[in-house]
């Protein structure tokens, strides 16, 4: 088992920071289980909440595009017109570009 967080070697540390050490070391050792458990039951590479949360969303974007060009095309093919459709498909790009943080990640 690799040594992980900050208890990798001995050191002396003030009663004034032995809890932020302490609770630094639970997260690490949470982290460091989570991954090891991850790779024990095979399940591939690990992913953060935040990821897989950002994945879920894009899997939700992406529905909900093909619903609305689904609607589009049935709205065309019924012989309604396609004006304000092509407004509302470029603001809805617009407000996609809005809501995509994943350049954050």
């Known amino acids: ?3 992980i967080g900050p208890l990798a070697e001995p050191r002396l540390v003030s009663g004034a920071s032995l809890a932020a050490i302490v609770r630094l070391a639970a997260v690490h050792a949470n982290l460091f ?3 090891f458990w991850h790779g024990l039951s095979g399940g591939g590479a690990y992913s953060s909440n935040s990821r897989e949360r950002l994945r879920q969303i894009k899997r939700v974007q992406d ?9 589009a095309t049935t709205t065309a093919t019924a ?4 004006g304000g459709s092509a407004v509302a498909a470029g603001s809805r790009e617009e407000v996609k570009s809005l809501l995509d943080f994943s350049r954050f990640m």
Request: without cysteine.
């Open 63 to 71: 529905r909900a595009a093909a619903a609305a060009a689904a609607a």
């Open 33 to 35: 289980a989570q991954v």
């Open 1 to 3: 088992m690799p040594e």
């Open 79 to 82: 012989g309604g017109s396609t």
